[in-house]
Nanobody, 119 residues
Framework: QVRLVESGGGSVQVGGSLELACAAS????????MGWFRQAPGKGREMVSHVSKTGATNYADSVKGRFTISRDNDKNSLHLQMNSLKTEDTAVYYC?????????????WGQGTQVTVYS
């Protein structure tokens, strides 16, 4: 069964750090691009970062230099290290995997984890 399970969300003060983790099946780690998305209250879902199965990364401009995505194929997990957090980073963060070639549709999604950044 293909599943994505996020963990690591929580509340942190502005300027703080959090690390999100996404447990995934071996099939996904071996075969798929994986990514992180977020959805803030009243807004649409947006791409935060994604990483190919060979390790090539991509970041939204709003998080470049602050967030780092990584995948641990030995532990079947995807990670998002978030530093210098801002109030605008507050959102539900979702792990996703196995997109189409155009990255417009992602096949698998986690249930989401809440990140709240307060001042």
């Amino acid at each position: 069964q293909v599943r994505l399970v996020e963990s690591g969300g929580g509340s942190v003060q502005v300027g703080g750090s959090l690390e999100l983790a996404c447990a995934a099946s071996q099939y996904i780690l071996e075969n798929c691009r994986m990514g992180w998305f977020r959805q803030a209250p009243g807004k649409g879902r947006e791409m935060v970062s994604h990483v190919s199965k060979t390790g090539a990364t991509n970041y939204a401009d709003s998080v470049k230099g602050r967030f780092t995505i990584s995948r641990d194929n030995d532990k079947n997990s995807l990670h998002l290290q978030m530093n210098s957090l801002k109030t605008e980073d507050t959102a539900v963060y979702y792990c996703a995997a196995c997109p189409t070639v155009t990255l417009s549709t992602w096949t698998y999604w986690g249930q989401g984890t809440q990140v709240t950044v307060y001042s």
